[in-house]
């Protein structure tokens, strides 16, 4: 047998075990759960390609978005997507990353840019705070409460 034979016939090896991987869904099921991966790959790509001097600093500020996006559809996409309505403030919170990367990465080191960063995430984690207290948050305030009024009932003063 020579070596082209050989090579053919890995070949042919190779096409089978892609289809019969393919009939059984292996790859439909690698496509449904890995495919925020397609989010995340631009945008580790545009980081390295910042840091390796390849792109300018403004680049910094869709990969930062890129990023924590796709690590939002991750969690969403491996763990339910009734999770988004908690983790909707989030995508203002990945824009809040991608300026802030270009405010300390970048060479304008403008105030405008920091103070942008620093007001998403804080309207993020305002906007997060209230979607848990709309949500399951009340319950831990009526917990806090009983706790309180059961505390307040066993340190009372004795007058007896």
Do not use: C, D
């Not at 403030?89 to 970048?106: D, K």
């Not at 993020?124 to 009932?153: E, K, R």
């Amino acid at each position: 047998m020579n070596r082209q034979s050989a090579a053919v016939g890995i070949g042919i090896v190779a096409v089978g075990l892609i289809i019969l991987l393919g009939k059984l869904g292996v790859f439909a099921f690698i496509g449904n759960v890995f495919w925020p991966l397609f989010v995340l790959i631009p945008g580790v790509l545009l980081h390295v390609l910042y840091f390796g001097r390849m792109v300018p600093s403004v680049s910094l500020i869709p990969a930062g978005i890129l990023t924590v996006v796709s690590v939002i559809l991750m969690i969403g996409n491996w763990f339910g997507w009734g999770l988004m309505k908690y983790m909707w403030p989030l995508f203002p919170f990945a824009v809040a990353v991608g300026l802030y990367e270009y405010y300390v990465f970048g060479f304008n080191r403008s105030k405008q840019i920091w103070t942008a960063a620093m007001g998403l995430a804080v309207l993020s984690i305002v906007l997060f705070g209230m979607t848990l207290l709309w949500t399951w948050g009340i319950y831990l305030l009526a917990v806090a409460l009983i706790g309180f009024g059961v505390w307040l009932v066993i340190r009372r003063p004795r007058s007896w």
